[in-house]
């Protein structure tokens, strides 16, 4: 989803400094706590090695919440997609309708989608694009399933509706 802000190089220097300030800081107050240097220097070992890896627990997080978010929207979605697409209008139209009354990481990866087509992408590669994208497996079974129906030249709106039965299906069990 690359969070805004969140770059290679920031994280990076972010564990660095993380490193460095866990440290000292366990460092610090492990020497007013207790006077054994030796006790003192394994919990600022510690620290520094909690510091170090709490950007990426906080990317893991951030990632999870993300697909958390997708997997919840995406079957209203789908639905949507499958009414506007089975009422007449264009895949790409009911498509970008859908991106617009979508919220949250959902609407931000339709639009790119949407977007790569418009650049002169192929629907099948931004499909397949969109599926590994999301890390979600209900969105890349759905990007699949709408490439190869593509593809193949089946009915889009058949497929859709399939789709659609089978996440609610799977909203419903979870």
């Known amino acids: 989803g690359s969070p805004s802000g969140w770059t290679v190089d920031r994280v990076v220097a972010g564990k660095f400094v993380g490193l460095g300030i866990g440290w000292l800081l366990g460092l610090v107050v492990s020497l007013v706590i207790t006077s054994q240097p030796l006790l003192a220097l394994v919990v600022s ?14 990317l893991y997080q951030l990632g999870y919440d993300r697909a958390e978010r997708i997997t919840t929207d995406l079957p209203d979605a789908l639905d949507l997609l499958t009414i506007s697409v089975e009422a007449g209008q264009p895949f790409e139209t009911a ?10 990481p959902l609407r931000l990866e339709l639009g790119r989608m949407l977007q790569e087509m418009d650049l002169g992408m192929g629907r099948t590669a931004a499909l397949k694009a969109f599926g590994e994208r999301a890390r979600v497996p209900e969105a890349r079974a759905l990007a699949t399933s709408l490439a190869q129906a593509d593809t193949l030249g089946v009915p889009i709106a058949k497929v859709l509706r399939v789709q659609a039965t089978q996440l609610r299906q799977t909203r419903s069990q979870r």
Do not use: I, N
Not at 45 to 58: E, I, K, S
Not at 95 to 104: Q, T, W
């Open 45 to 58: 070992l510690l620290v520094a090695f909690g510091a170090y890896f709490l950007p990426d627990l906080m």
């Open 95 to 104: 498509l970008r309708h859908v991106a617009e009354s979508s919220s949250g």
